[in-house]
């Protein structure tokens, strides 16, 4: 039972008999869901598309899910990091088992969630929507480089030459990694960049990265006030979707990062430096 759980739904999640009877869930929903009960499944069809036009992000309707799949939803607007990991996974797996030659155009599949039913403003984001998914609109005001950005990493072992990994980035926004404290080959020990071990460069898997700033519309700031502004960071094929002075909407997950050159370090007070990761990006 996936509602019978007395634990932190992050713990929940990352329990792999979860992550299985959630992969299932998502694929049912994924091969059975019909607009009408006598059209061809809707998300098969756009699947059909998807490879038809070599696109690597598969979009799917909030508002399907949650009529289908409700749990899921919910869990989704909790813990979205969580939740779109294994969504990704499945995804990639039905493209693979209708066009088993489509790894060579796309490693993964994302998925991108639309039609979020509720939106937030960006003077409004607090501490309750921290790690949370979020739809906020604005106006970009300001579009960084695109950067290479580390997501899985490779450590060899200078020692004995194994190659060790693949360690999943567990810090993205600064592109820290996890890494071995000690060698499965020869047992030799050290720390990620020091000691034995040194980052395999080639073997190393790095995606686009780019940072936006988006701030509020005009119409919507209060008067007398500021418009507030927020770091929205674009990965894959969501780079360069947004330019300066157009009007967006961004659905992502809001998240913090140590601010190591911000006001927490000056003042010694553990303040956080915010953003949004987006996963979906709509020119309104």
Partial sequence: NLEAFDVPLAEWLGNPRTKRAVAKKFDAFLTDTRAHPDTAPLYVDRIRTLAGRNMRSLEV??????????????????????VLEVFHGVATEAVLRMFPGYAAIAEEVTVRIGDVPISDSIRDL???????LVRVSGVVTRRGAVHPQLRLARYDCTKCGAVLGPFKVEDEENGGATGPNECAHCQA?????????????????????QKVLLQETPGTVPPGRVPRTAEVVLTADLIDRARPGEEVEVTGAYLHAHDAAGLGCRSGFPVFSTHIRANHVLKR
């Fill in 61 to 82: 309707s909030y508002l399907h899910l949650s009529e289908r799949e409700p749990l899921l939803a919910l869990w989704l607007a909790d813990a979205p990091e969580l």
């Fill in 189 to 209: 020990e050290g720390f990620p960049g020091m000691g034995p071990f040194r980052i395999n460069q080639m073997r190393t898997v790095y995606r686009n990265f």
């Fill in 126 to 132: 607090r501490q309750c929507h921290l790690n949370a």
